[in-house]
Nanobody
Framework: EVQLVESGGGLVQAGGSLRLSCAVSGFTSEDYTIGWFRQAPGREREGISCIGSSDGSTYYHDSVKGRFTISRDNAKNTVYLQMNTLKPEDTAVYFC????????????WGQGTQVTVSS
């Protein structure tokens, strides 16, 4: 059974940091592109970062560039999102998702973890 389980969310003051984890089971995370998405109340889900399967290349949305860092621990089959200098507008439910080889879309999704940044 394929599962992605996010953890690490919580309440933090503006300027603080959190590290989200996406624990993968049922497939080898390094064979998949793993993306992080977020959805704030009343807003559409947006992709904020991803890490590629083949070369580990990374992508960041402009809104998080320079503040968030995505990384992968293949031994733990886990992908992380280190979030620094958090802002109230980062408040959202954060999801990780896996895109399989040659899939072209994210096939598997986690249940999400809430991040709340107070001003």
């Amino acid at each position: 059974e394929v599962q992605l389980v996010e953890s690490g969310g919580g309440l933090v003051q503006a300027g603080g940091s959190l590290r989200l984890s996406c624990a993968v089971s049922g497939f080898t995370s390094e064979d998949y592109t793993i993306g992080w998405f977020r959805q704030a109340p009343g807003r559409e889900r947006e992709g904020i970062s991803c890490i590629g399967s083949s070369d580990g290349s990374t992508y960041y949305h402009d809104s998080v560039k320079g503040r968030f860092t995505i990384s992968r621990d293949n031994a733990k089959n886990t992908v992380y999102l280190q979030m620094n200098t958090l802002k109230p507008e980062d408040t959202a439910v954060y999801f990780c998702a896996g895109e399989g080889p040659n899939s072209g879309e994210y096939d598997y999704w986690g249940q999400g973890t809430q991040v709340t940044v107070s001003s």
